[in-house]
T-cell receptor, first 110, second 114 residues
Framework: DGGITQSPKYLFRKEGQNVTLSCEQNLNHDAMYWYRQDPGQGLRLIYYSQIVNDFQKGDIAEGYSVSREKKESFPLTVTSAQKNPTAFYLC?????????FGPGTRLTVL | DQQVKQNSPSLSVQEGRISILNCDYTNSMFDYFLWYKKYPAEGPTFLISISSIKDKNEDGRFTVFLNKSAKHLSLHIVPSQPGDSAVYFCAASGGGNAGNMLTFGGGTRLMVKP
């Protein structure tokens, strides 16, 4: 089955630790995206990548980093510099005129 | 500055009636609009879209209307069903943005009562 997978579904980390969220897609899509959703709010773009080995900052990139070494994978690292890391993180990829989303990862920093 | 706004954070509708979700935008260069449905703790799922060359697009119970002069779009769900209860996001693309980026509204929580 083609799709976007994010793992794990729930993630807990201690304050001050870096954590990496996984995003994999087997849809052969070139463009991939990371969003953050906070309670009662819309989706805000963190980073996006249009092609392998290239990525651009979104609206709220501070405290985050990404890599795009393979077309299928776009991992997001939440660093200790991110002041409010607890949120629901969504990965997406682009096909034709539509973005398709993964199931999301709920990150809680204790 | 929010370029895409959903001014109603929530909407409650009786089962079988029409649900109308509204969305306004400010960037006249947006040329493609999408609606997504989202359940708690899940990723958004694509519902329906419309290009700026059209003013209406219909898919089953879902119809999206676009009024370019008013920079307004709406999603109509007829008849509404309890399973439609979710958060609905409108999104827009174009607007001079590179990378096929979408700009999302803040979402409207729809509750369909049996």
């Amino acid at each position: 089955d083609g799709g976007i997978t994010q793992s794990p579904k729930y993630l807990f980390r201690k304050e001050g630790q870096n954590v990496t969220l996984s995003c994999e897609q087997n849809l052969n899509h070139d463009a991939m995206y990371w969003y953050r959703q906070d309670p009662g709010q819309g989706l805000r773009l963190i980073y996006y990548s249009q092609i392998v080995n290239d990525f651009q900052k979104g609206d709220i990139a501070e405290g985050y980093s990404v890599s795009r070494e393979k077309k299928e994978s776009f991992p997001l690292t939440v660093t200790s510099a991110q002041k409010n890391p607890t949120a629901f993180y969504l990965c997406a990829s682009w096909d034709l005129d539509t973005q398709y989303f993964g199931p999301g990862t709920r990150l809680t920093v204790l | 500055d929010q370029q895409v706004k959903q001014n109603s954070p929530s909407l409650s509708v009786q089962e079988g009636r029409i649900s109308i979700l509204n969305c306004d935008y400010t960037n006249s260069m947006f040329d493609y609009f999408l609606w997504y449905k989202k359940y708690p703790a899940e990723g958004p799922t694509f519902l329906i879209s419309i290009s700026s060359i059209k003013d209406k697009n219909e898919d089953g119970r879902f119809t999206v209307f676009l009024n370019k002069s008013a920079k307004h779009l709406s999603l109509h769900i007829v008849p509404s069903q309890p399973g439609d209860s979710a958060v609905y996001f409108c999104a827009a693309s174009g607007g001079g943005n590179a990378g096929n980026m979408l700009t999302f509204g803040g979402g409207t929580r729809l509750m369909v009562k049996p």
